[in-house]
């Protein structure tokens, strides 16, 4: 079990990373909220991990901290949840706003997030509620993505495509092309065009999401 990996991260292309420990790239899929809060490519970082081991593939899930990595544990155990679910319910809304929308029953929330229909969305927050609690997280008070003031916006480095690149992660978040097409674009005008790939992720997510 690799339960945490501290190095150089070398590459961000959302939602994968690779991260340089010790000369061995490891590389890691991370949920879009634990992107926001990363550094540029170059520094170190230290994140949580967690292994799955399938017949056909060894996958890395990496997250910003502890909070997190524990739910997205608690989902994967979750009739029908699998790994690629859960880091794209972790795409689309923070640790804190997910503990809200099963406090509060909140099925209008999850069911905008792709892959969560309205049995799953109930579903959810029936057997989340309790594993919740033995969590010991907190809900959110209003709706937010973990970086949606933008403060670590500033350090993120630019790409040659920013658009393309967050379409992209958005499909592979399992968003529809088109619909992750649609939501760039709109990110982009209210972003701006020097806004960053992570920067349009984080305002369509928002948009769709919120």
């Known amino acids: 079990m690799i339960g945490r990996l501290k190095g150089e991260l070398i590459e961000k292309q959302p939602p994968q990373l690779v991260i340089d420990v010790n ?19 170059g520094q170190q970082i230290t994140l949580f991990t967690h292994f799955v ?3 056909d593939a060894q996958l890395l899930y990496g997250f910003y901290d502890r909070e997190e990595r524990s739910l997205f544990r608690t989902l994967i155990k979750a009739n029908g ?5 859960a880091i794209t319910i972790l795409s689309g809304i923070s640790t804190a706003e997910f503990v809200r929308c099963v406090n509060d029953g909140d099925t209008a929330t999850l069911v905008k997030l792709p892959g969560v229909g309205k049995k799953t969305a109930e579903r959810l927050i029936v057997e989340m509620k ?3 609690k033995a969590l010991g997280l907190e809900p959110a008070s209003d709706f937010h993505l973990s970086a949606a003031d933008g403060s670590d916006m500033a350090s993120m480095e630019p790409v040659v495509d920013n658009c393309a690149e967050a379409e992209s992660a958005l ?6 092309p088109v619909q992750a097409t649609k939501a760039i674009a709109q990110a982009h005008k209210t972003a701006g065009s020097d806004a960053s790939s992570e920067e349009l992720i984080r305002v ?3 948009s769709m999401v919120g």
């Open 23 to 41: 000369g061995v790239g490891y590389e890691v899929e991370a949920s879009m909220n634990t992107f926001y809060r990363l550094p540029e490519s």
């Open 53 to 55: 081991v399938r017949e």
């Open 81 to 85: 949840v699998g790994p690629k679910l």
């Open 130 to 132: 309790d594993k919740i």
């Open 171 to 176: 499909v592979a978040l399992g968003y529809k």
């Open 204 to 206: 369509a997510l928002r």
